[in-house]
């Protein structure tokens, strides 16, 4: 079986190939890779090459796939999976596995370690050892792209299910956001703040009563705001503010002054930004939690907390690199249900993208950029459709679409474009 991937063979050295893939062992499945979202993870291990944590000494040699939001279908299965999995099973896989035996380690993940499995490839063969950890995740929703999101918003069900609280005297920590209480998350119209916003709104357990969202760009505020309306939020009993914080004189007095001077009991920070981080800090509650989520590239990355109100007012930070297994079949139930993470996709692309794209992501505007890998297509984002529609009947359509959902993708949108990408060349 060829396979034409994406490949890493060392610091910002990405490359589009096409190889055989060796026959699968009777541990192992053969699948067909449809769609992958690109990750400023992988856009790390890219630019970081071997110094990163995930990512092989030996890729030179041996390259790895990258790519590890990704979805498809089962083309074969090996014996030792055949009574659990079928060819046509539709799948998510969780890339971060809790493997802690055999020579791969506990750091190896599809996407960033092996040479045969990552998400920007047309086929791969999935190795025992995800099976082996409950990674790879049935999906039998609609359309291919939830699942490849799945990943994405299986961070931020992690990471409000990493929030914890206390009780003073007792010494016991109480897991999770407060339910009823008052959240904000910061620097969070991007595409896991989307996704962060999508999952609070949607989730059926526990919510805020306040749910405040900042950033520093209208543009990004507006959107976030049409997608994820006040209206929808206040039928879920939650009062949702969208905030420009770089209108504002005294920012940190004015969120507070939103929460009626109470602080917040939640609250998530999206971005590597040392003033973001300390403005977290100075609205906490007592008893508050805040959640650095946003990863930076620095190692000596750093910011100043307010240690007396550590000790006082029982402040605390946590902090999360991903979700688990759980958190993936939380979201994919979830999306079973209704939660449609379409908002978080501005972008559609070909195999033939994935490179620059990964590459230069941090220059490139809007939100997830999703890819579709047995097609080539250039990046081009969704709201570029309408004006490339003027001469592509492709486009035109494809904008029709979109435009019949709220100018978002869909599984509409995805099946039209996997029936007619031929039209592109």
């Known amino acids: 079986m060829k396979t034409k991937a994406v490949r890493l063979y060392g610091t910002n050295d990405l490359r589009l190939e096409e190889f055989d893939l060796p026959p699968i062992g009777k541990d ?38 990258i790519g590890h939001e990704f ?21 998510s896989i969780q890339p971060a596995m809790n ?10 993940a599809p996407g960033y370690s092996y040479r045969y499995i990552g998400g920007d490839a047309t086929y791969v063969v999935i190795p025992n050892e995800v099976m082996e950890c409950g990674c790879l995740l049935r999906y039998t929703g609609a359309g291919f792209y939830p699942a490849s999101l ?17 009780c003073p005297g007792a010494y016991h920590h109480l897991p999770e956001i407060v339910d009823g209480g ?52 206040a039928g879920r009993g939650i009062d949702l503010r969208y905030v420009n914080t770089g209108n504002m004189e005294y920012p940190t007095d004015e969120l507070k002054a939103i929460s009626e001077g109470l602080g917040y009991n939640d609250v998530f920070v999206f971005a590597p930004v040392a003033a973001v981080v300390e ?24 910011a100043k907390l307010n240690f007396y109100n550590v000790h006082y007012a029982f402040t605390h930070v946590v902090g999360t690199s991903g979700g688990n297994t ?17 908002g978080l996709v501005t972008h559609i692309g070909g195999i033939n993208a994935v490179a620059e794209t990964t590459l230069n992501l941090p220059k490139i505007p809007g939100g997830k950029k999703l890819i579709y890998t047995h097609i080539d297509m250039p990046l081009t984002a969704i709201a570029d459709f309408e004006k490339l529609g003027e001469k592509c009947p492709v486009f035109k359509n ?16 995805e099946e039209y474009l996997l029936r007619n990408a031929d039209r592109f060349r």
Request: proline residues 7%; contains cysteine.
């Open 99 to 108: 493997y802690e035996h055999g020579p791969v380690g506990i750091l190896s």
């Open 398 to 413: 494809l904008s029709d679409i979109c435009s019949r959902n709220k100018g978002l993708w869909s599984p509409e949108a």
């Open 279 to 302: 403005q977290a800090d100075a609205i906490l509650a007592f008893d508050g939690c805040l959640n650095f989520f946003a990863g930076p590239s620095k190692p000596d990355f750093s």
């Open 150 to 166: 799945a990943e994405p918003l299986s961070c931020v069900i992690g990471a409000m299910h990493a929030n914890y609280h206390t």
């Open 182 to 233: 008052r959240m904000a998350l910061l620097a969070a119209v991007g595409p896991m703040g989307l996704a962060a916003i999508n999952y609070v709104l949607n989730r059926p357990d526990r919510k805020p009563s306040l749910l405040v969202v900042t950033d520093i760009d209208q543009s990004r505020l507006d959107r976030a705001a049409s997608l994820y309306t006040p209206e929808f939020a």
């Open 326 to 342: 759980d958190d993936m079949k939380e979201a994919i139930r979830l999306m079973g249900e209704g939660l449609d993470p379409a």
């Open 28 to 65: 192992e499945i053969l699948a067909r890779v449809v769609c992958d979202s690109i990750c400023m993870s992988s856009h790390k291990a890219a630019a970081q090459g071997t110094e990163h944590k995930r990512v092989p000494e030996n890729i030179a040699q041996e390259p790895i796939i």
């Open 71 to 91: 979805a498809g279908e089962i083309v074969e299965v090996g014996e030792k999976w055949k009574e659990q999995f079928r060819p046509g099973d539709k799948f």
